[in-house]
């Protein structure tokens, strides 16, 4: 096992910290912006196994990876979710493991989670209304979801976020409705424009499109939003609301494009190191993992080689097309 640390640097100088390891492509929900209706999952041989997964987070942080994302599709539908996070948690050298997740499972595992080491939590939410969060999601689970962002409040998180992308005609009225949601919890709440991966027959994504500075105009109405410095190591844009704890992000691929300071890599749930999310080159690191089990350098060799083909970034145009064929569950979000 390889000792060293190291620090990954792509040929334009940016320095990459962060990992989001998608655990599965599966999902208890279809949401409308990320899945067609019917899916084909991959057969779970194609999935890197919890060993896999956990040697490549071990690769990464020999790489100066500080933090690993756990995402899906749905993370918590896959079986030892609990036991990788632990293992994630104890390796030395990194500084935080977290999750981003639909909610749903969330009574079962908060306590759990909390005490295998998670730090912080994201949690995606569209709307407060059932009818309407049914049709968004396509399953009629919002009282699951609401009692699972209840059971994190409660078992302590250092950080709880809540996810929502804003689509015209869908959601963007109850803006308001989910940053009071989030304020009276005390936790933050980051906006998402819709992303162009997939092909989606629900709706017109380019009738749909709803820009973060729409979105930031409808908070206003009633909050006060002072520009923020603040960081998660995410992409969201951060606003603060004088008096209250939570804040309120954006997360704006299409009108604040943030590529010239992504510190991110993705590897999907059948182990393709994804360079970025606009883009289609990969890698294929699951051939590695089996090709030379317990080889960590060239699984370390082979990343750091891949990073110096890293994409500048992407650029979504505003068309209804699907610029990326994979969706969302597959890359992981
Ligand atoms: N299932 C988990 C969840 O929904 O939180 C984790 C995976 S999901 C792919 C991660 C995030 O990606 C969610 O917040 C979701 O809203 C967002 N997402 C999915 N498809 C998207 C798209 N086409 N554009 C923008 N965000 C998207
Ligand atoms: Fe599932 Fe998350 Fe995609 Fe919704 S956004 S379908 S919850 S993976």
Same mark, same amino acid.
């Given at each position: 096992?390889?000792?060293?640390?190291?620090?990954?640097?792509?040929?334009?100088?940016?320095?990459?910290?962060?990992?989001?390891?998608?655990?599965?492509?599966?999902?208890?929900?279809?949401?409308?912006?990320?899945?067609?209706?019917?899916?084909?999952?991959?057969?779970?041989?194609?999935?890197?196994?919890?060993?896999?997964?956990?040697?490549?987070?071990?690769?990464?942080?020999?790489?100066?990876?500080?933090?690993?994302?756990?995402?899906?599709?749905?993370?918590?539908?896959?079986?030892?979710?609990?036991?990788?996070?632990?293992?994630?948690?104890?390796?030395?050298?990194?500084?935080?493991? %977290?999750?981003?997740?639909?909610?749903? +499972?969330?009574?079962?595992?908060?306590?759990?989670?909390?005490? /295998? $080491?998670? !730090? *912080? #939590?994201?949690?995606?939410?569209?709307?407060?209304?059932?009818?309407?969060?049914?049709?968004? %999601?396509?399953?009629?689970?919002?009282? +699951?979801?609401?009692?699972?962002?209840?059971?994190?409040?409660? /078992? $302590?998180? !250092? *950080? #709880?976020?809540?996810?929502?992308?804003?689509?015209?005609?869908?959601?963007?009225?109850?803006?308001?409705?989910?940053?009071?949601?989030? +304020?009276?919890?005390?936790?933050?709440?980051?906006?998402?424009?819709?992303?162009?991966?997939?092909?989606?027959?629900?709706?017109?994504?380019?009738?749909?499109?709803?820009?973060?500075?729409?979105?930031?105009?409808?908070?206003?109405?009633?909050?006060?939003?002072?520009?923020?410095?603040?960081?998660?190591?995410?992409?969201?844009?951060?606003?603060?609301?004088?008096?209250?704890?939570?804040?309120?992000?954006?997360?704006?691929?299409?009108?604040?494009?943030?590529?010239?300071?992504?510190?991110?890599?993705?590897?999907?749930?059948?182990?393709?190191?994804?360079?970025?999310?606009?883009?289609?080159?990969?890698?294929?690191?699951?051939?590695?993992?089996?090709?030379?089990?317990?080889?960590?350098?060239?699984?370390?060799?082979?990343?750091?080689?891949?990073?110096?083909?890293?994409?500048?970034?992407?650029?979504?145009?505003?068309?209804?097309?699907?610029?990326?064929?994979?969706?969302?569950?597959?890359?992981?979000?």
């Amino acid at each position: 096992m390889s000792q060293t640390q190291k620090t990954l640097v792509d040929s334009f100088g940016r320095k990459i910290d962060y990992v989001r390891l998608s655990v599965t492509d599966r999902c208890d929900f279809r949401c409308v912006y990320c899945m067609a209706e019917e899916m084909n999952f991959l057969p779970r041989a194609q999935l890197l196994s919890l060993e896999e997964l956990a040697s490549l987070g071990q690769s990464f942080v020999n790489l100066g990876v500080k933090k690993i994302r756990l995402t899906g599709g749905e993370p918590l539908v896959r079986r030892g979710i609990v036991e990788l996070v632990e293992s994630l948690s104890a390796l030395p050298g990194l500084d935080e493991v %977290t999750l981003t997740t639909n909610g749903s +499972q969330l009574s079962k595992f908060a306590m759990p989670l909390q005490r /295998a $080491g998670l !730090k *912080r #939590i994201n949690i995606s939410l569209d709307s407060l209304v059932p009818g309407r969060f049914a049709r968004m %999601t396509r399953r009629d689970m919002l009282p +699951q979801v609401l009692a699972g962002i209840d059971a994190v409040v409660d /078992a $302590g998180f !250092k *950080r #709880i976020k809540i996810n929502s992308v804003v689509m015209r005609g869908h959601n963007d009225d109850e803006v308001l409705a989910l940053v009071d949601y989030a +304020q009276q919890r005390d936790i933050d709440i980051s906006f998402i424009e819709e992303m162009p991966l997939g092909q989606v027959t629900s709706h017109n994504r380019k009738h749909a499109y709803c820009s973060s500075d729409d979105v930031r105009q409808l908070v206003e109405k009633a909050y006060t939003l002072l520009s923020s410095t603040d960081t998660t190591g995410g992409p969201s844009r951060y606003y603060r609301i004088p008096e209250r704890k939570g804040r309120v992000g954006f997360i704006s691929p299409h009108s604040h494009n943030f590529c010239d300071s992504c510190n991110r890599l993705r590897v999907t749930a059948e182990g393709r190191l994804v360079l970025c999310l606009g883009q289609e080159n990969s890698v294929d690191l699951r051939a590695l993992l089996r090709r030379y089990p317990g080889e960590q350098t060239r699984i370390e060799n082979a990343i750091s080689e891949a990073i110096m083909h890293r994409p500048e970034g992407h650029q979504f145009a505003q068309d209804d097309a699907p610029q990326i064929l994979r969706f969302m569950n597959m890359t992981g979000g």
